[in-house]
Each structure stands twice: as C-alpha cells, then as structure tokens.
C-alpha cells in the first residue's frame, strides 16, 4: 500500500484541493474523500523527475495530482511502470557522470577545434571550385582600397619588372594570379593573398627587401596561400567556430553569453591563421628549393620584419615609459602574452626553417 | 467551500531552484546536444523550461511546461532546412535568394507569434493552460511596420545610390554629394523618426500581447499609458549620455597620443583596446539593465487577470549588481557559472513578484470545443516553438 499526499487540480477550474492518495497491491488508485472513477496506476502519466520539482500524476480524466513525495511516486513507478524511464535524470543527478560528462565536452571541443574544424574547411573547399574562391575576392580589393591602400609610389618600370618576376613564379594552374602594389601606413610591411589569386604588396615591403630574391620568396609564399585556397578554408572554418560557439551558448539570451562568444572565436581564428602561415612556408620551402633558389633570403626578410616589429614596439614602450613612469612595465608582459594570439609578426620558428634548409 | 475574505490577500511568488542542481541538467543537456548534433536541443529546452517552471511556485502550486520536444524538434528542423536553402541560393542564385528572404522577412511576425502561441498553450497552472488569442492581422499591423523600418535603415545605401560600388563608379562629384547629403538626411530622418515613435510603437505592442494572454478562460488584461514609455527613453537616453561622456574621459587617459608623429604606429596594444572595449561597452550595459528592469517591472505591475493583480518590485542596483557579477563570473569560468547566474537571476525576479487576490483564484479552462484532438496536430504544426 503506496500513501502520499499531494494537491489535486481537476482541470475544469484553477481550484486546489488538498488530497490523500494511496496506491492498493492492486494497483488502484484512490483518492481519499473525493470521487473518482477507477483508476489503475497503470494508466495514469507521471512527468519524469526533473531535478527536485514537484511531480505531476495524470489521471484519464483530464485531472491532475501535484505531489511532492517523490519516494512513493517512484515507488508506484517501479511497481506498476516498468521503473523510471527518466534516463536524462538519472545522468543529472549522477555526479560522477557530471564528471564524465564535462570531461567529455572538453575533449570533444578540444577534438573540434583542432581537428574537426580544420579537416572540416579542407574537405569542404576542395570540393568546391575555385570559381567560388574568384566570386569572394571580387570586391575586396577594392574596399581596401577605400579603407587602407593608397596608390603605389613605385615607379612604372620597377613595378613591370617585379611583375615580370612574379609571372616566372607562378604555377601553371587556370587561376588568374596577379600582383598589385599600394602603399599603406596603416599595414606598413606587408604582403596580402586575395581569394581572387591578386596578390597586394605594400610599397613599404619592397623596400625593406635587399634584393628581388627575397621579394620572389614572399611572392611564393602568397602563392602559396593561394594555391591551398586558405582564404576560402578561413571562411569555412569561421562559419564552423560561429557555430560551435552558438552550440554551445544556446539561447544567447544575455550580454554577458554574447561577449563571450566573441573571445574565442577571435583568438581561435587567430590560432588557424598561424597553421595557413605555416602551410604557405612549406609551399615556399618547396618551391624555392626545386628552383634552387636560396632559402635564407626568406629567412633575412622575415628577420628584418621581426627586427622591425620590434624597433617599432620598443619605440612605443620608451614614449609611454617617459610619460608614464614604471606602470608600463607590466603592461610591456601583457602584450607578450598577446603576441601569442596574433599571427604576425613571423615567429622564430619560421625564420629558423628556412635558416635551416639553406645549410 | 470557498470563503469570502474582505482583505486582499498577498501571494508571493517563490523560486525553488538551486545552482547545483541546474549545474547537472544543464551541463548533461550540453553534452547530449553537441554529442547529437543538435537534434536533443529540443528536449534540452524542454528540461529546461520544466525546471525553471516546476520551481516557480505560486499560491501553493508550481508551474508546468508540457511541450512535447519532437514538436519542437519539428519546428527547429523546419527552421534549419530553410536556412540552409537560402544558403544554397545565396551562393548560387542570387535573386531568388533575395526573394526568399524577402518572403522570410514578410513571415517573421506570423512566426514570432507562433512560437508565443505555443510556448503559452504548453504552459499551465494548477492544469489550466494558457493562451494567447491570436489575432494575425493586427499582429501584422504592429509588427510589419518594424520590419519595413528595419529593412529601409539596411537598404538605404542602394537606394540613394552611395554604395561603395556606385560611389566608385560615380563620375560627377556635384552627383555624388547631391546623393550623399540625401542620403545622410534621410538616415537623420530615419533615426529621429524611429526614437519618437519607438516608445508609443513599443506600447501598443504589450498591450497588443498583454490583452491576449488567457488563462484558461480568463482573460489577462494590461494598462499602460504611453507617458511612462517616452519617461523611460527619456531617462535611458540621459543614462547612456552621462555614462559615455565619463566613459570617454576615462578613455582619453587610458589612450596616450604619442608626441612625435614619426612613431604613431597606428595600433595600440591589445590589452589597451580590450580595456576600451569594456569601457564604452559599460554604459550600453548599464542602460540596458535600467531599461529591462523598469520594463518589466512596468509590464508585471499593471497586468490583471480579471480580479487577480500583480506586483513587481526589482530594484535597480541589486540588478545591475546581478548582471555584472554574472557576467564576470561567466567569462571567468568560461561559460560554467551560466547555470549559477540564471538560477540567481530567477530566484530574484521571483522574490520581487506577487500576486494579489480577492479571495479564492477562480479560474475556468478553456471550452472543451475549443481544441479539438485533430485541430490541435494542425495548429501545432504552425505554432513553431523555434526558440525566439
């Protein structure tokens, strides 16, 4: 014999009623003090535990029983249903599952991001032409223009020449490689690979190389980008963090959700930005050494890039020391610390490869 | 049976729940969800509402959720294969793909109230239902206008022709500015029209939901007068102005203008734009939380149901208190303290709402006619609960 009590709600109006209910080794159910028709513990719904909430009984008849006495409905389950079929409530309550489980999220995030996603963007743009890469890059060009780029002030006969260096480099594919120049003081030194195949080069850059050599170095290494289609990879595999994030966040309901979202998605698509600079290397690597082109030059530009950065920072740390005092000092790590998450300037790691392959 | 007290009497709201708890059923819904790839979100949000509900008790009796998640679990499917269909013709047909969203747009409101309408009839109290009395084509009215508004602010580059294609293409400067200043009026024109009318459109809209709540039989009734709306803004504005201001002078100390241009660099530190990030995100935050919290305590105070009123008392600080600390918390702990935060913040909003009654709450259930066991399948089907 099962006896609880619980607040009864016939479904017709909002009244409450107070009830005693008990459970015969029959398994009919009565309620005490109010008439009902038979009804056996069988046929009535039981809503599945849900943390520690009240449960509701179902009766045929439209009502419904409200209880707390948890011990007893699971009693009446076990008898007379089969047990609690409540699997989710069984892995909520457990805490090592909980365990398990968080475990288990982060392992597979961990697998996502650093397998999942990247195989994800690779298998998906080599299956789609490289017309789609041609329609991304359109407009690009042209809206940094508006933003960053202003007209080269390389002369007209320097520029024919760097260009004729770049046809001798490029790979024998149906794409439409070109090489554009522009100045920029905001980018300074810097070589861009659009998804069109045009590759940007900013005055700045070309006259930081010594000699075309290492200008031909950093033309492959654009190549490169574009010939594994990393633009395209970029996009895919932004879309694939966008989401995992949403996954994750579920009902982005709050600020505090958005804000976020939007960290790791920033410092993930920096993290893959490093791994596409590392692929372009490789091609470059290759590249320059079939050609028998000396690698070390690549080395030195990327040197002198570094060398530069540095200069630059330095300069930056002495103004705000002269003006700031000694608070700056901690500030100096904290960039370190950022340098992690950006992808230029070129790490040591870089420039040591190709130190290496010329030896 | 029922007694007649000449007193009104006073029914605090109660919230049961606990961040432990939640920690459990939140974080198996996480795992179950990615591990499926999405298809148990449904019954994730299903859990979830029947936690949050079944501890949100009442005169002595709690709320129930009562969806069934492959309803859900429909409507989301629907909503994903559409989105990848407009994906698709995005890329590969343009045009059509601007028709479909297009049409998409058109569909929001009849969507938007859907969802409501569904997410109502699931609810119960004491095993009455709510309801939402649909009425599309005043939904329409309200609803489409916002959607035109929103779409002119988008397209209006096109349609001045000051893209930033046209404005290259562009071959006589004296045309060009005619256009941009046409353009810059219009937007100006757009802007101070949008912040007149938004209060007023924003009160017809509750009281378009509040008048069409049921409960059962009864009907919930909302009195909001347009002067407490335009107050609001009013101060909101003010809020965000004053908080910007000192945002920004705080920000000029922060941010040093080196003395020799030679060495602008251009870029300054990471750490320093994150901390700009923060500063001018703040006010925004802040007059969120004022808007959303003298909102809701507007909405709950002046809604009835029949001789049933409510109260809702939130208090400011205590809530901006609980937004930052959660949002602290949250990204400290990299998404973990989420539970922990909406447990805290339904427990608030609960202790600060009550419900006054005249005697015994009577409230009928709906007519048995007015659900019928086939009718309800179809209207299921358009009442898509695709989480909005």
Same mark, same amino acid.
């Given at each position: 014999m099962i006896q609880f009590r619980g607040k009864y709600y016939d479904g017709r109006s909002s009244a409450s009623i107070d009830v005693s209910i008990s459970v015969d080794d029959e398994g009919y159910l009565q309620i005490q003090d109010h008439e009902h028709d038979r009804v056996h513990s069988?046929?009535?719904?039981?809503?599945?535990?849900?943390?520690?909430?009240?449960?509701?009984?179902? $009766?045929?008849?439209?009502?419904?029983?409200?209880?707390? /006495?948890?011990?007893?409905?699971?009693? #009446? +389950?076990?008898?007379?249903?089969?047990?609690?079929?409540? $699997?989710?409530?069984?892995?909520?309550?457990?805490?090592? /599952?909980?365990?398990?489980?968080?475990? #288990? +999220?982060?392992?597979?995030?961990?697998?996502l991001i650093n397998f999942g996603i990247p195989a994800l963007s690779e298998n998906l743009t080599a299956m789609l032409p490289t017309s789609v890469d041609d329609s991304l890059g359109g407009e690009v060009l042209e809206q940094l223009d508006e933003i960053f780029f202003e007209p080269s002030g390389i002369p007209a006969d320097r520029q024919m020449e760097l260009k004729d260096l770049f046809a001798s480099l490029v790979p024998d594919t149906e794409r439409n490689y070109q090489v554009e120049f522009r100045s920029s003081t905001v980018i300074g030194a810097n070589a861009l690979a659009l998804p069109d195949a045009r590759i940007v080069f900013t005055d700045q850059l070309v006259s930081l190389a010594d000699d075309d050599e290492m200008l031909a170095a950093i033309m492959l290494h654009e190549i490169g980008h574009v010939v594994e289609r990393h633009a395209m990879q970029s996009v895919i595999s932004q879309a694939g963090i966008s989401m995992l994030v949403f996954v994750l966040t579920g009902d982005i309901s709050s600020a505090s959700t958005a804000l976020l979202v939007m960290l790791p998605s920033f410092f993930l698509q920096t993290r893959y930005s490093r791994t596409l600079e590392w692929e372009a290397d490789t091609y470059a690597l290759n590249e320059m050494l079939r050609r028998g082109m000396d690698t070390g030059k690549f080395a030195d530009i990327m040197e002198t890039m570094l060398a530069q950065a540095e200069a630059e920072e330095e300069a930056e740390q002495e103004l705000k020391r002269e003006t700031e005092g000694e608070e700056s000092g901690s500030e100096a790590n904290t960039e370190r610390l950022f340098e992690y998450f950006q992808s230029h300037p070129p790490s040591r790691l870089r420039i040591e490869r190709f130190r290496e392959a010329a030896n | 049976m029922s007694e007649q007290y000449s007193e009104p009497q006073r029914h605090q709201f109660t919230f049961h729940g606990q961040a432990l708890d939640y920690f459990g059923i939140w974080i198996v819904n996480l795992v179950l969800t990615i591990i499926t790839l999405g298809i148990y979100s449904a019954w994730a949000k299903v859990r979830t509402n029947r936690y949050f509900y079944g501890n949100t008790q009442v005169a002595g009796s709690s709320f129930d959720y009562t969806a069934n998640p492959k309803k859900i679990l429909l409507g989301r499917t629907i909503a994903v294969v559409m989105l990848f269909i407009y994906q698709f013709l995005v890329i590969f047909a343009p045009t059509a793909g601007l028709l479909i969203l297009t049409l998409f747009g058109l569909a929001i409101p009849f969507v938007y109230l859907s969802s409501l309408a569904f997410r109502m009839r699931y609810s119960q109290w004491r095993n009455i239902n709510f309801g939402f009395q649909r009425d599309v084509g005043k939904a329409y009215m309200l609803l489409l206008p916002l959607v035109i508004f929103i779409i002119l602010a988008i397209a209006a580059p096109t349609l001045f022709g000051i893209t930033p294609e046209d404005l290259a293409a562009a071959d006589d400067p004296a045309d060009e500015s005619a256009q941009i200043s046409a353009y810059l009026s219009f937007s100006g024109f757009l802007a101070i029209a949008g912040l007149l009318l938004f209060p007023m459109w924003q009160r017809f809209y509750y009281k378009y939901i509040g008048d069409r709540v049921r409960l059962g039989r009864a009907k919930f009734s909302i009195d909001l007068k347009i002067r407490r709306f335009y107050a609001?803004?009013?101060?909101?504005?003010?809020?965000?102005?004053?908080?910007?201001?000192?945002?920004?002078?705080?920000?000029?100390?922060?941010?040093?203008?080196?003395?020799?241009?030679?060495?602008?660099?251009?870029?300054?530190?990471?750490?320093?734009?994150?901390?700009?990030?923060?500063?001018?995100l703040s006010p925004y935050l802040v007059v969120l939380a004022f808007i959303k919290t003298t909102l809701t305590n507007l909405l709950y105070s002046n809604i009835r149901m029949g001789n049933v009123a409510f109260e809702c008392d939130l208090k400011l600080g205590r809530m901006i208190w609980l937004y930052l600390t959660n949002t602290l918390a949250i990204i400290v702990t990299l998404g973990l303290a989420v539970p922990w935060s909406k447990v805290r913040l339904a427990r608030y909003r609960a202790e600060q709402m009550a419900m006054i009654t005249q005697g015994d709450i009577e409230v009928l259930a709906a007519e048995s006619g007015d659900v019928s066991a086939g009718g309800e399948a179809m209207t299921d089907l358009f009442d898509l609960d695709i989480g909005l």
């Open positions: 069988g046929d009535i719904t039981v809503s599945s535990r849900i943390g520690n909430t009240n449960r509701f009984l179902g $009766l045929p008849d439209g009502s419904r029983i409200e209880t707390a /006495a948890h011990d007893q409905v699971d009693e #009446l +389950l076990d008898k007379w249903q089969g047990g609690d079929h409540s $699997l989710a409530h069984r892995l909520e309550k457990n805490l090592r /599952a909980i365990v398990v489980a968080l475990l #288990l +999220l982060v392992g597979t995030i961990y697998a | 609001l803004y009013l101060a909101a504005l003010l809020i965000v102005i004053g908080l910007s201001l000192l945002a920004f002078f705080l920000s000029r100390a922060l941010l040093l203008q080196p003395a020799d241009p030679a060495l602008q660099t251009g870029a300054p530190s990471v750490f320093t734009l994150l901390v700009l990030y923060v500063l001018f």
